[in-house]
């Protein structure tokens, strides 16, 4: 009887050892001559370290207006979450960085007393400094984006100026809105306090109009590799935003792009979130390749 109570004790170890808890680090940066200031992060890290001749691949998930680094570990409880999903098969073992932009909104802004030229220096430094630091799949097949609210847009928004880089976008809630006319009921609303300077002080529409993913989209026309998209929204949101992100699903299927959208339920908060991202990983995890190298 102990010999075998011993035994099944070695063989839950042995299965636990196989996919065991992943690593979350805080208060990490990473060097941005772009912005003349590190690039704050947290970063998953998962178990055990990839095989020999194999690479992890990495997801950059990106905050929203108001929040900082590691907040999907923090406010998100996204290290379990992704623990559980490793080791039940959902998903491949891959890094998760969660990088910090302020309320940015992930745009370059050269203004004094801005934030800086983010979109840059996240596309350049960032992700250079974390294919430098990890053994992770450092090519566009083993890279992909997404966020949250702002974070939505921001990898919308990168992931159209940047198909090179990403291989697929992952917008859950994304604050979106499309561009701004003459007379638009919208320049009503307290803009300043919504866009926090990203599109100049004040509010300049023409700005908000060229930085607006909705018209960042047409480049993907010539690329010769197309990202793929994951849309989700909860049925509780924003109607403004619920509409926005339809349309976008819609403008990415007539430009030839593969889109999926899901309206979850839930509300525009984190328990939304928590339950839409396994899903969206789900979806993402097979087209992620954890063989390739930088150049590859």
């Not at 030229?117 to 294919?131: C, H, K, N, Q, W």
């Not at 799949?137 to 997404?146: L, P």
């Not at 047409?218 to 992100?245: M, Q, T």
Request: aromatic share 10%; with cysteine; proline share 7%.
């Amino acid at each position: 009887m102990m010999k075998w109570i011993l035994g099944l004790a070695a063989g839950l170890l042995t299965a636990g050892a196989a996919f065991g808890a992943g690593i979350v680090e805080y208060k990490l940066s990473a060097p941005s001559p772009t912005l003349g200031r590190p690039i704050p992060y947290a970063v998953y890290k998962p178990f055990p370290f990839p095989a020999e001749g194999e690479r992890w691949p990495v997801v950059y998930l990106l905050h929203g207006l108001t929040g900082a680094d590691g907040d999907w570990f923090t406010w998100g409880n996204l290290g379990p979450i992704l623990d559980r999903a490793i080791a039940e098969g959902r998903i491949k073992p891959m890094v998760v960085v969660a990088p910090g932009a302020g309320d940015s909104w992930y745009v370059d802004n050269p203004d004094a007393g801005g934030l800086g030229l983010v979109e840059t220096a996240f596309t350049t430094d960032l992700i250079a400094a974390i294919d430098a630091s990890l053994p992770t799949a450092a090519c566009r097949e083993g890279r992909a984006i997404g966020g949250l609210s702002m974070g939505g847009w921001g990898a919308l928004l990168m992931t159209f100026d940047h198909p090179e880089l990403f291989t697929a976008a992952i917008s859950l809630s994304g604050a979106l809105h499309q561009p701004m006319v003459k007379d638009d009921p919208r320049l009503r609303w307290d803009l300043a306090g919504l866009y926090k300077g990203a599109f100049g002080t004040p509010f300049d529409m023409a700005r908000f109009n060229k930085a607006n993913p909705f018209n960042h989209m047409r480049g993907l026309r010539r690329a010769e590799d197309k990202p793929n998209f994951w849309l989700c929204i909860g049925d509780r949101d924003y109607p403004d935003l619920i509409a926005a992100n339809v349309l976008m699903h819609q403008k990415l299927l007539e430009a030839g792009l593969d889109s999926h959208l899901r309206i979850a339920a839930g509300r525009h908060y984190w328990e939304t979130w928590q339950q839409s991202i396994v899903p969206a990983l789900e979806w993402l995890s097979p087209q992620l390749s954890s063989g390739c190298r930088a150049g590859s």
